[in-house]
Structure formats: C-alpha cells, structure tokens
C-alpha cells in the first residue's frame, strides 16, 4: 500500500425505507477542510488519466457502479515512491482517502458508474 492511503468504511445508516451514507463529516479524525464537492459520470470502458494533484487531498466515493483507481507514487521523499496501486471501488462499502498530496492517479471502469470527489481545496485558475 502507498504512503499516505488510507481506506476509510463508509458508514451507512439502513432501515426498511433505503440507507443513508455518510462520506465526510466536519467531525471525523481524517478531516482536513472543505473545498467542494463534485461528481462525475463514467462512460463503461472509459478511462481518465492521469491527474497529479500538488495541493489538495482528494476524498472519493462510489455511490452507483464501480471504478478502479490506480495509484502512483511519485514522491521522491516516500518510502514507497514508484509503488502501483490499484483499489476497486464499489457502491457501497468503502472510499479511499488521499491523505498525502502529490498523487498521480487515474480510474478506469467497466460499467456506468457515478462517483464523489470532495476535495479540502479549490484553486481557480
């Protein structure tokens, strides 16, 4: 596993009427800060790649579909720089959490999928 990845449960909350699942809270320990909150729609067999991220601390969920993200670690200061990693994300068990930056990463999935991505900055260009 790469430094600084960290897979966090998505709680959920389910009773005979649906669920309810919580991402993010403002209180929870990995919290950082809120910068907004998007969601993209993945077309099967599509591929987005790769993103490299300086600043912000990526959250991600998969409320619909699956996705898989593939990590890399291009850090020259971590002990696991150059390390592939590969995480499949589906509704609704689980979210990886970016807890370091300077991350490049790239999903690909084989299905119609939605997911969240909430990160702690926004920078406008």
Same mark, same amino acid.
């Given at each position: ?16 009427? /649906?669920?309810?699942?919580?991402? !993010?809270?403002? $209180? ?6 809120? #910068? &907004? @909150? ?26 619909? /579909?699956?996705?898989?993200?593939? !990590?890399?670690? $291009? ?6 720089? #150059? &390390? @592939? ?32 991505? !909430? ?7």
């Amino acid at each position: 596993m790469i430094e600084g990845v960290k897979i966090t449960p998505l709680r959920q909350i389910l009773d005979e009427r /649906g669920k309810v699942m919580h991402m !993010l809270r403002n $209180n929870d320990a990995h919290f950082q800060s809120f #910068g &907004e @909150i998007y969601f993209s729609c993945v077309y099967p067999g599509a591929i987005k790649a790769w993103h490299l991220h300086k600043e912000m601390t990526l959250n991600y969920a998969v409320p619909h /579909g699956e996705i898989k993200l593939v !990590l890399y670690d $291009n850090r020259e200061e971590s002990g696991t720089q #150059g &390390e @592939i990693q590969e995480i499949f994300l589906t509704h609704p068990r689980e979210f990886p959490r970016f807890l370091r930056k300077d991350f490049s990463h790239d999903l690909i999935t084989s299905q119609s999928s939605l997911f969240q991505q !909430l990160p702690d900055i926004v920078k406008l260009i």
